[in-house]
């Protein structure tokens, strides 16, 4: 059965794993991740460059960027002014119109602030920005983005870095319904299961970072969840049974020996 | 003359250009992006834009993130 291709804003990208670059032990252990998830987009921050020690060595030296599609974030940024100040320098510094926006509510939780995201999102658009929204599993909110122009919507499984899975299947089921637009689970996978359960709900692609970065072996769960995606995908499509209450037999009833 | 460089206070003994500046602080222009007085600074203009006694320059690049 072929797929479709993951297309987002014309674009195609040839996994539905996207990963991310914080967190490694090193750089040289998340250039082996990178390798084994298969993915062939990677989430980078904008920070400012430290001045005063110019010895560290620069993330790009270990990201093959002839193969890896990067896409700048706006992490940490609290307002939509500083999102959007975030995002036109990531511009600047990875000369392209993407970025996964992300513009927080809360410290503790790292829930995104809903009205600013919108309205942070609109103003992005308007400049030519491709935008990909990090949102919460809200489909009110997940439409209005898409109304907004997000090139595609990223709401999340659980709160960043918590790897508590998927808590509120519903809720991504109906965000699928709502939208044209991929959908991508982004934040709060904490293993492989994980992985495959967004994607048997429909999403298009899964983000995540912490899982494989802070994993006992980054490498080995890379690979995991490079498997659970195709998986979890191919059994999205394939089109599961419906539950039942009871048992239906898998063998035949009748030809039973000495009945 | 002194300017504000990342959120601290930078020594500099004349106006630059930022690629000037760049190359004083030992960055690869290709691998920043540069924003002056809030303005972001596209790379081709590097050469032209030049900083001076008491303006705010920022510096960032790409590091790890999700």
């Given at each position: 059965m072929t797929d479709t291709p993951f297309v987002i804003a014309g674009r195609t990208f040839t996994s539905r794993l996207i990963v991310g670059?914080?967190?490694?032990?090193s750089h040289a252990v998340m250039t082996q991740a990178h390798e084994a998830s298969g993915a062939d987009m990677v989430t980078v921050a904008v920070r400012r460059v430290n001045i005063s020690d110019r010895t560290r060595e620069s993330l790009l030296d270990y990201i093959d960027t002839s193969r890896m599609f990067i896409l700048p974030n706006t992490a940490g940024c609290y307002t939509a002014d500083e999102a959007i100040r975030t995002a036109r320098l990531g511009r600047e510094a990875g000369?392209?119109?993407?970025v996964k926006l992300e513009v927080i509510g809360?410290?503790?939780?790292?829930?995104?602030?809903n009205e600013a995201l919108i309205e942070a999102t609109r103003v992005l658009v308007k400049e030519g920005f491709i935008v990909l929204p990090y949102t919460n599993d809200d489909p009110i909110a997940c439409r209005k983005l898409e109304d907004a122009g997000a090139a595609a919507v990223m709401p999340l499984g659980a709160p960043i870095g918590s790897g508590l899975g998927i808590q509120n299947v519903n809720n991504i089921r109906i965000i699928r319904e709502f939208l044209r637009v991929p959908l991508i689970v982004d934040a709060g996978v904490g293993t492989a299961s994980d992985a495959a359960l967004a994607m048997e709900l429909g999403a298009d692609a899964v983000l995540m970072n912490t899982a494989i970065a802070g994993a006992e072996d980054p490498v080995a769960m890379a690979d995991a969840m490079r498997h659970a995606v195709i998986a979890g995908r191919l059994a999205y499509r394939a089109g599961r049974i419906p539950r039942k209450m009871y048992a239906s037999a898998s063998s035949p009833v009748e030809g039973m020996v000495g009945r | 003359m002194q300017i504000t460089l990342n959120g601290d206070r930078f020594e500099l003994e004349e106006p630059m250009s930022v690629t000037a500046l760049l190359a004083r602080l030992e960055?690869?222009?290709?691998r920043v992006a540069v924003e002056h007085n809030l303005n972001i600074i596209k790379r081709h203009r590097f050469a032209e834009v030049v900083v001076g006694d008491g303006d705010t320059v920022e510096i960032v690049n790409f590091v790890g993130g999700g």
């Open positions: 670059t914080g967190k490694y032990s000369l392209s119109e993407w809360d410290e503790r939780t790292l829930f995104p602030d | 960055i690869d222009p290709r």
